[in-house]
Every structure is written in structure tokens, then in C-alpha cells.
């Protein structure tokens, strides 16, 4: 770890979506070990129960539930609980969701609204 990357990151708080698999779970590994108050959100919560377990001695907190990012009522209830137990929200890292075609030619507005 870098003396700068320590700076910055050292008790941040980091909400992070996606957080059961692929580059939430990864981004989470990679921020542990500079002791950040997270906030994962992802519809599998055991999955991020078993990360959360992973990295117990990194010095990091982990704060779960279990949402939806579809659904806007659930990561708004989601972000609040956690400010309001952490104090603060330093970082959002928003990388759930899905992908698609999303040319002029074929645009779908419920298509970019699920994404």
C-alpha cells in the first residue's frame, strides 16, 4: 500500500453496488485493507455475507442488505440506514446492472431505464 492510496482511502465510507460477485467483489477485496466503513448492496446477501467473512481481519466494517438496484425506494432506504448508522457516505461506486444495445438505431427507453 502506498502512502497516498492509505491517505485518501483510510476510513472512508464506500458504499458499493454489486458487491455478491465480479468487479463489486473485487473492488471490495482491493479497498479492505484500508480500513473503510462499506456499504454493500446486492440482491444476494449471502454472497456478501461469505466476502464480508473473507476479509473479517482486514480492519474493514461491512454494512449489508440486500436490495434491488432497479428498485429506486429500496437503495434510497438502503444509502439512508447506512449514513445514518455510519455518520458519513464518502463514496458511492455504483457497478450493478446490465447491459445491452443502446444505439441511436435501436434505442428502447424501458430498456435504459432497467439499465
Not at 474493514?60 to 442488505?65: A, C, D, G, Q, T
Not at 440486500?66 to 429500496?74: F, G, I, M, T, Y
Request: proline share 1%; net charge positive.
Amino acid at each position: 500500500m502506498t502512502r497516498s492510496l492509505t491517505s485518501y482511502w483510510s476510513n472512508k465510507s464506500v458504499l458499493i453496488t454489486g458487491a455478491s460477485s465480479g468487479l463489486g467483489w473485487a473492488l471490495t477485496h482491493a479497498l479492505a485493507p484500508y480500513k473503510i466503513h462499506f456499504c454493500l448492496l446486492a440482491r444476494r446477501e449471502k454472497e456478501m455475507q461469505i466476502l464480508a467473512g473473507q476479509l473479517r481481519n482486514s480492519g474493514s466494517r461491512f454494512w449489508i442488505r440486500a436490495c434491488d438496484v432497479r428498485n429506486r425506494v429500496e437503495v434510497e432506504r438502503a444509502v439512508k440506514d447506512f449514513v445514518q448508522e455510519s455518520g458519513k457516505l464518502d463514496v458511492a461506486w455504483v457497478n450493478s446492472g446490465i447491459g445491452g444495445e443502446t444505439s441511436r438505431r435501436k434505442w428502447e427507453w424501458d430498456f435504459v431505464e432497467r439499465m
